[in-house]
């Protein structure tokens, strides 16, 4: 912007020397601005559910925070099962225990409840070491994430930002049953 009028000056005189060196200068100082106004979530869609791949919860948690989104966390180690799985959820997001019965509750109170409660700025959620269990199996994780999913084609509807991060909990050897 006011850095680009400065790349051509063609002016030989010593002013415009210095006027090019107090441009950058400023250039520079609006490039830390601009830096700091930018979200980590730049390049990921407002709706979406994906992955926690590279991202850090606490980096995602300050995020939340500058761009005044609930963060919604649950930590779902040493669950097994579906009803545990809801019942942690709700309880880390501070729901009431009918919406952390089953996945319906659930989807209801991430969306109808929560929108009656008034105009929602945004929400960033983790679902941290969601298990992988035989009473918690790839279907029951896939409905789990389906019922988030549903939640940010919801929000997205309303033009409220939406994003969910996800992780599963690793398998050790030493929960594996020999044969």
């Known amino acids: 912007m006011d850095l680009l009028a400065y790349s051509n000056d063609s002016g030989g005189s010593n002013s415009g020397v210095i006027g090019r060196r107090d441009g950058w200068r400023f250039g520079a100082g609006l490039t830390g601005q ?24 606490d980096d995602l ?14 930590h779902c180690a040493n669950t097994l099962t579906k009803q545990q799985v809801c019942a942690r959820i709700g ?11 089953n996945f319906d509750a659930l989807r209801k109170c991430l969306t109808e409840t929560i929108h009656e409660a008034g105009p929602q700025p945004g929400f ?24 988030f999913r549903d939640a940010a084609e919801f929000w997205a509807e309303k033009k409220v930002p939406f994003r969910v991060f996800y992780s599963f909990a690793t398998v050790l050897q030493t929960d594996v049953q020999p044969g």
């Not at 830096?35 to 926690?52: D, F, G, H, T």
């Not at 959620?125 to 389906?146: C, G, M, T, Y």
Request: charged share 25%; proline share 5%; glycine share 2%.
């Open 34 to 57: 601009l830096e700091e106004k930018m979200s980590l979530l730049m390049r990921v869609a407002p709706n979406l559910v994906q992955a926690i791949r590279a991202f850090r919860v």
């Open 61 to 74: 948690q300050q995020e939340a925070g500058k761009l005044g989104h609930h963060f919604l966390y649950a």
């Open 124 to 147: 960033l959620v983790v679902l941290e070491q969601l298990p992988s269990a035989q009473k918690f199996d790839k279907e029951a994780r896939e409905n789990l994430l389906d019922v």
């Open 91 to 101: 309880e880390n997001f501070h729901f009431p225990k009918p919406c952390s019965k």
